[in-house]
């Protein structure tokens, strides 16, 4: 499809990269939307009433932000997730959110991609950016990552480093990692049995869900605000997650494969061992 | 102003892809009205941007769809709530604030602030304010389930150590009494103006939102107060829960 690229429509590319953005953010201004989207100002605002005249957005009137409508529902009701999505994982986050009440995600490695495959963002007050199922996360920088990159086999670390080391500079440069920093949060990860990364506007943990001896998922977590707010809770939370994880295993395996069962475990975690 | 007609025309074949998976290009052009070559170049848009994939001629959405909706897909603030706060702000003419949490966190949604000349000080719409020295942040915080009161008040408690120290440690007899009563009233930083809250609750009596007014301390005395303002301000919140619940929405 690539060879295609001269017969593509870039005012819908751009709309949908304008729908994708709005979907993250609670209303946005055309000037904010020009900052993120690249795009000029009056680019940015014509696709935005467009968008609106197709009742997609709403133009708020006491802000001027445009936010999203119901109607942009229209545009994905007909995809069907996967079985172990909608049969295991979606109806268990959901249990599990009322109880750990931060935004939780499972973040799957396909091929050389992570992957966000389903999340509790979309009914939470807990951060100030929501993300969606669907959506592929730095294979550097994040704390899935680095969970793969410590705990995955063989083949998943090759095909995460392929991918980190081909596409992911963008990622780094943006957060401003070096490729030591990303080593370092690797190792942290190998020690500790889960990855936790403190980004400037939230704290990110992710821990993992064995089926058998096999990495199937990462099971996140996001805390909204500065490192320092959580920096006590942390053990607090992991150990939380990792009972999750657990549970969530076990669910897995009841759909996934049943002689599996009994090999849930994975490695032994030394929650104390924490090295942020 | 201009539309861009290329926008509609593109998601209207990815609203026909949603409605029927596995429809050839001659059915979508067709169930779209739009030339077969139009119909392509739109197609091709939506696959390489990772909305539909192509199977053996014939076009289905992927995964990719839930990145335009599934985040903040509804807008009920302005659907709904708009309209309830207007016209409790022209009934009983005091500025009205409705405010959600997010995080630890109270934002201001919508206001008559700039619609009533009894305001002393207009806050703007998107304005962050603290969670447990405001009337509407103790509402949300006391009509919170108890685990997610208690993940709140330790992040509160670690991002605001001053109004933690006055208030943190006995929140949960604050609670008790906000909820016994049904609303809260606090005075405002600048001493001259009281405001009260009530819940915007949900089916499981859960806060959503929190409704607000703000008078001048000088008008009347608090006990008045709230017997002129709470009744319609508890009206007000009722309805918006109303509607809200008949819309099915998945809200919080």
Known sequence: MSGDVR?????????????????????????????????????????????????????????GCFRSTLKVRELSRGYTEEDWLGAIVRPFLTRIAATLIWP??????????????????????????????????????SASAH???????????????????????????????????VTDAIERARVNGFALVHHAAYTSVSVPVWVGAALYCALNMRLQGPKEVHVD???????????????????????????????????????????? | ??????????????????????????????????????????????????????????YRVTQGVCGLSHGFDDDWVGGIANTVVRELGAKIHWPITLSEHYAGHVVVRANTDMESSMTLEPVRIGTRIAMLSTASGRVLLAYASPTKQRSLLEYVKASEPSAAARLGEHFVEVAAMIRTRGYDIVTTPNGRQTALSVPVLNDEGLAVAALAVRYFNTAMAPDEAVRRLIPALQTGADQIGRELLARGSMLH
Request: glycine content about 8%.
């Open chain 1, 147 to 181: 969970l793969y990159r410590a705990l995955g086999d063989e083949a998943q670390r090759d095909a995460l480093l392929d991918h980190a080391l081909a596409q992911d500079k963008a990622y780094r440069d943006a957060y401003g990692w070096t490729d030591g920093d």
């Open chain 2, 1 to 58: 102003m201009v539309l861009v007609e290329s926008v509609c025309r593109g998601l209207d074949v990815l609203r026909v892809v949603n409605a029927q998976a596995d429809q050839n290009l001659s059915e979508i052009s067709c169930a779209v009205g739009l030339p077969r070559g139009t119909s392509y170049r739109l197609l091709i848009t939506l696959e390489a941007a990772g909305l539909v994939e192509r199977i053996d001629g014939c």
């Open chain 1, 104 to 141: 939780l995600a499972v973040v799957r490695l396909r091929g050389s991609r992570l992957v966000v495959e389903a999340l509790t963002d979309h009914t939470s007050q807990m951060l100030w950016q929501r993300e969606t199922p669907g959506r592929e996360i730095s294979t550097s920088v």
């Open chain 1, 233 to 276: 809770l942390i053990d607090g939370h992991v150990r939380a997650l990792f009972d999750a994880a657990d549970e969530l295993a076990h669910e897995i395996v009841s759909v996934v494969d049943p002689s599996l069962a009994h090999e849930c475990a994975g490695p032994a975690i030394q929650v104390a061992e924490i090295a942020p």
């Open chain 1, 7 to 63: 017969y593509r429509v870039r005012a819908l590319d751009r709309a949908i990269a304008i729908l994708r953005i709005l979907n993250q953010y609670n209303g946005l201004n055309p000037s904010e939307m020009s900052r993120l989207t690249g795009l000029p100002r009056p680019t940015a605002l014509r696709i935005l009433m467009t968008l609106g005249e197709g009742g997609y957005v709403v133009r708020s009137e006491a802000d």
